[in-house]
């Protein structure tokens, strides 16, 4: 019995690590069911002589994530660059923007755009809910004739509007709804009376295109617009400026990035799909400044001077100067201009016969394409 001290030591260990503590047994049963939890080894040491001395990473230091490489990857937009606007000249030509809440960022747009420009000085008239249905809200045809009324001075309109109009048209005491036939009459209407206002006091006129947006129902209307809005251009004279494809992606969808004007890829749209980005405004600028240089010839290009006829209107649609695009076409007895000696065909030379009279060369004796049989030696 010379070893049992160490077997009632070992038991003990054992026995007494299966048990809970007496201290949990007086506390009542939460405590217990507490240290059920926490059973102890009596071999913990013994593992641990063998284990080896592994340092747990430092919760502070700063981890490494992979998380980052998948996923949806958030592309920074490029910084806009500095825009340096150089004073306006005295007598330089003055651009006037009427709209609504989309014509207000195109003035941004076109003040960046003409922004080194001391000849064309860009403002803007706009009411971000006017429209062409609330004339009782604001009358733009009213306003226009007021602005000349008061001798406003400005070269050349750029117009902008139709984002609010999505609504009924009140007729007198009547309301007709978007898109009926009283509707579309009183609408066409109000847009030729407010392009001609213009147009009769010698005022070239741009008109803008609606875009698309991320709704349907609603671009199917702006489209609609459009559609009446170039109509009443084309019949009366000014430039509409279509926009439409040019912010739709390459299966004409909706689209809210898009190339910029320095072909990068960017956001043009803002989050509600109506509305445009600051790089979008300038996209949207980037057209009616070419509109806007044709009309007012600035750097170089014809202007467009509009007839008119006795009674103040403009003397047909306003087209633009038209330049031939090939030179005069000459008669059949016509002599065209040439050398004053020109190269006559030699009959004996290789190059005639063969693409000429379809000969073939004479092989030269000895040479690989001499297939003559048999060879000469």
């Known amino acids: 019995m010379r070893h049992a001290p160490l077997y009632i030591v070992v038991f003990a260990l054992l026995f007494g690590a299966a048990l809970p503590d007496t201290a949990a047994l007086a506390a009542g049963p939460s405590a217990i069911s507490a240290a059920k939890t926490r059973i102890v080894n009596p071999f913990a040491p013994l593992f641990r002589m063998f284990r080896s001395d592994r340092r747990r990473p430092n919760a502070s230091a700063p981890q490494r994530s992979n998380r980052s490489l998948g996923g949806d990857v958030r592309i920074r937009e490029p910084a806009a660059p500095k825009i340096e606007f150089l004073p306006k000249d005295p007598d330089a030509k003055i651009v006037l923007v009427i709209g609504d809440t989309l014509a207000s960022g195109l003035v941004k747009g076109l003040q960046v755009a003409f922004a080194d420009n001391p000849k064309v000085d860009i403002r803007g008239n706009v009411r971000g809910s006017s429209g062409l249905v609330r004339d009782d809200h604001h009358n733009w045809p009213q306003v226009a004739r007021d602005m000349l009324a008061n001798g406003e001075r400005f070269d050349a309109v750029v117009i902008l509007v139709g984002v609010n109009d999505r609504q009924s048209l009140r007729i007198g005491k009547e309301r007709h709804a978007l898109r009926s036939e009283p509707w579309e009459k009183a609408y066409r209407s109000r847009a030729q009376d407010l392009l001609t206002v213009f147009l009769g006091a010698g005022k070239p006129v741009v008109w803008v295109g609606l875009p698309p947006t991320s709704s349907g129902r609603f671009t199917a209307d702006m489209a609609y617009f459009n559609d009446i809005f170039k109509a009443t251009v084309d019949a009366n004279g000014g430039t509409f400026v279509d926009i439409w494809k040019s912010f739709l992606d390459e299966e004409g969808r909706y689209t809210s990035r898009g190339p910029d004007v320095e072909g990068r890829r960017a956001r043009l749209r803002a989050g509600d799909g109506i509305h445009f980005s600051g790089t ?14 044709r009309v007012l010839a600035i750097d170089g290009g014809p202007a467009m001077v509009l007839d008119m006829l006795p009674d103040g209107r403009p003397a047909g649609p306003q087209i633009g100067v038209v330049l031939p695009l090939t030179g005069p076409i000459a008669s059949a007895d016509d002599k065209l201009a040439g050398e004053d000696d020109p190269w006559t065909a030699d009959g004996e030379n290789a190059l005639y016969r063969l ?19 048999p060879r000469k030696n």
């Open 280 to 293: 979008g405004y300038r996209k949207l600028a980037f057209f009616v400044e070419m509109a806007l240089k």
């Open 355 to 373: 693409t000429v009279l379809g000969e073939a060369p004479q092989a030269v004796a000895g040479r690989v394409d001499d297939f003559g049989w």
